[in-house]
Each structure stands twice: as C-alpha cells, then as structure tokens.
C-alpha cells in the first residue's frame, strides 16, 4: 500500500510512491523514504536531520 505519512516536526515518510524529478523521470529510491519539508536539508529532497530543533510544524487532518 502507498501512502505519505508527514511527521510532527519533520519529514514525510513516503512509503511505495514512485519519485519523478521536473522532467518526469523516475528517481531510484528506496520502498520508503524521507522527504525533507523544512528546506535546511543538504540532500534535497531527502530529509538529512537538519530540521531538528529549528522545524515546527504538526499537521492535523
């Protein structure tokens, strides 16, 4: 099952979603990742640990 599951104060956890870059061409990833969603990653998209600590946000449907 695909989902994204975005997590309090950090990244999205994407799990069996298929990464297309601006040209539409599949990146290679791993079944699941993490996007970053704060921007201070060094590995965009991929979060790196950068946002703890300087990252809030906690979304609630």
Do not use: W
Request: aromatic residues 6%.
């Amino acid at each position: 099952m695909a989902d994204i599951k975005v997590l309090d104060d950090g990244p999205l956890l994407v799990n069996g979603v298929t990464l297309l870059d601006g040209e539409g061409n599949a990146v290679e990833t791993k079944e699941q990742y993490y996007l970053c969603r704060c921007g201070l990653s060094a590995n965009k998209p991929y979060c790196n640990g950068a946002h703890k600590g300087k990252f809030e946000s906690k979304v609630r449907a």
